[in-house]
C-alpha cells in the first residue's frame, strides 16, 4: 500500500506514521503538512502546503495512493465556529474531495472523534458530524474513526498544551481505565494499526466507535 497522512506531526498523525512506517506492506508514506515531521525513513517522503484548503499546487504528489489516513485537527477551546469549520470541515473536505477525483478507490480515513453528531448540542460535535457525512458520501471506501480517551503511546504527543497536561495527569490512571472501561480507552498505536486494517480489508460500518477500534 502507499499511505498519505495529514498532520503527522500531531498526536494521532504521530501514531499512524509510526505504525505506518512498520507495517510490512505499506511500501510508501506521504506526510502533507504545514512543518516537517522530523522522521527519517525510506519509505516517508514530505510535502508541505501553506493553504490545506487549496491543495492543488501539490495535487501531483497526490496521486497514487491508496489510502489517506486524516489526522489533522485542532481543539475547539477559544474558536468561534467560523474558525473551527474553516480547520475541521474545510480543510479535510478540500482533501477529500480533490484525493476522490485523483484517485476514486482510496480508502479515506477522517479522524473524528466519540461523542460527534451532526445534530449534536456541541458546536465541535456538529462540524465534525459533517464533516463524516462528506467523507462517507464522498468515498465508497470511506470511514469516520471516534476514538474516544487516547493514550499516548511511543513517544507520541499533543500539540495543544491542555491536551499535554491532561494526558501528563491521567497516566498513572491509564491501566486501571483500560480494565475497567476498555470500551472508552484506545492508544495512538491501537488507532494507527486500526487504520491500517480499515485500509486493507475495510470495516463493516462507516463510522467506527472507540470499541470497535479496539
Not at 499511505?3 to 510508501?28: H, K, N, P, W
Not at 473551527?84 to 477525483?101: G, K, M, Q
Not at 491521567?170 to 486500526?194: E, H, I, K, N, Q
Request: charged share 20%; hydrophobic share 40%; aromatic share 8%.
Amino acid at each position: 500500500m502507499k499511505v498519505i497522512i495529514f498532520g503527522a506531526t500531531g498526536m494521532v498523525g504521530q501514531g499512524a506514521l509510526r505504525e505506518s512506517l512498520l507495517a510490512a506492506d505499506v511500501e510508501q508514506v506521504l506526510a502533507v503538512g504545514r512543518r516537517p515531521t522530523g522522521v527519517r525513513h525510506p519509505k516517508l517522503r514530505e510535502v508541505t502546503t501553506a493553504d490545506f484548503a487549496d491543495l492543488t499546487p501539490i495535487e501531483d504528489d497526490l496521486r497514487g495512493y491508496d489510502a489517506c489516513f486524516y489526522c489533522l485537527g485542532v481543539s475547539s477551546v477559544g474558536l468561534s465556529e467560523a474558525e473551527y469549520t474553516r480547520i475541521s470541515y474545510d480543510y479535510p473536505v478540500a482533501a477529500a474531495h480533490l484525493l476522490a477525483r485523483l484517485n476514486p478507490e482510496t480508502t479515506f480515513l477522517y479522524v473524528s472523534g466519540a461523542g460527534t453528531n451532526p445534530d449534536g448540542r456541541a458546536m465541535w460535535a456538529r462540524v465534525k458530524g459533517r464533516t463524516e457525512v462528506e467523507v462517507i458520501k464522498t468515498f465508497p471506501n470511506g470511514y469516520a474513526m471516534r476514538p474516544a480517551f487516547i493514550q499516548p503511546t511511543h513517544g507520541a504527543t499533543s500539540r495543544t498544551g491542555l491536551y499535554r497536561a491532561l494526558y501528563t495527569a491521567t497516566a498513572p490512571l491509564m491501566p486501571l481505565l483500560g480494565r475497567l472501561v476498555p470500551r472508552y480507552v484506545t492508544s495512538t498505536d491501537r488507532l494507527g494499526r486500526a487504520m491500517l486494517r480499515a485500509a486493507r480489508t475495510g470495516f463493516p460500518t462507516h463510522v467506527v466507535e472507540n470499541a470497535d477500534l479496539r
